[in-house]
C-alpha cells in the first residue's frame, strides 16, 4: 500500500494527481491484487524466503541499471510521424515499451506500425498497452484497439503509469527469458477474483 495524507491505497493503483496541494496522491481502494495471491508463512518459511529474496534483490541491483524501458505517448498526428517515432524508439532495443494510447487504449491501426511492434516482440522486447486517462485502465472494446491484443501486445489492466513502469522495470531486470517475462506481466493482473474492502 501507499499512504499519503493520511489515506491509502493499493500500490499499483496510486497516481499523483497534483503537483502543490497536499492531496497530491490518489488512488483506487478496491482495485487491489487478490486476496488469495498472499500466503501465511511459518517462521522458518519466511527466514528461508527472505534469505532467497535478499539474493535476488542483490542480482537484481546489478542489473536494474541496464534495463531499457520506453514510454511511447501517442499524440494525434500524421501517421507517417507515428511511424517514425516508433521506429526511433524500437531501433534502441528497449527491453520494455509502454505505449500510452487514447481513452481505452487505442492506436491507430497501419502495417507499418503492426510490422514495427512484430519485430521489437520477436527481438524479445515486452510491449504494454495503456492510455493516458489516470484512472480506469485499459479495455480491448473497440475495433481501433483489438488489433493490439491480436498481436500480443500486454494489457495493463488498472495499473497506473508508476505501476506499469516498476512493474515492467522488475520483471525485465529478474527474469531471463522472455516467455518468463510474459507469464510474470500476466500473473494476477486481470484475477476476477480481485480484492474488495
Known sequence: ????????????????????????????????????S????????????????????????????QQRICV???????????IEQLNDLI?????????LGYGLGNLPDHPKIRQLLESAQQSGCLIVLATQVPFGGTEVRYASGDW????????S??????????????????QSSTDQRRRRWLHCLNDTRTHKR
Open 1 to 36: 500500500s501507499v499512504a499519503f495524507a493520511g489515506e491509502y491505497w493499493p500500490a499499483q493503483t496510486v497516481q499523483k494527481i497534483h503537483t502543490q496541494e497536499q492531496a497530491a496522491f490518489t488512488g483506487h481502494p478496491r482495485a487491489g491484487y487478490p486476496a488469495n
Open 38 to 65: 498472499y500466503h501465511r508463512l511459518t517462521i522458518t518459511q519466511r527466514e528461508y524466503w527472505l534469505e532467497q529474496a535478499q539474493q535476488r534483490l542483490e542480482q537484481a541491483q546489478n542489473r536494474l541499471s
Open 72 to 82: 511511447y505517448y501517442a499524440a494525434p498526428q500524421p501517421i507517417e510521424q507515428i
Open 91 to 99: 531501433q534502441h532495443q528497449p527491453d520494455g515499451v509502454i505505449l
Open 148 to 155: 493490439l491484443a491480436a498481436l500480443g501486445v500486454l494489457p
Open 157 to 174: 489492466a488498472r495499473l497506473t503509469l508508476p505501476a506499469i513502469y516498476a512493474r515492467l522495470l522488475w520483471i525485465c531486470t529478474t
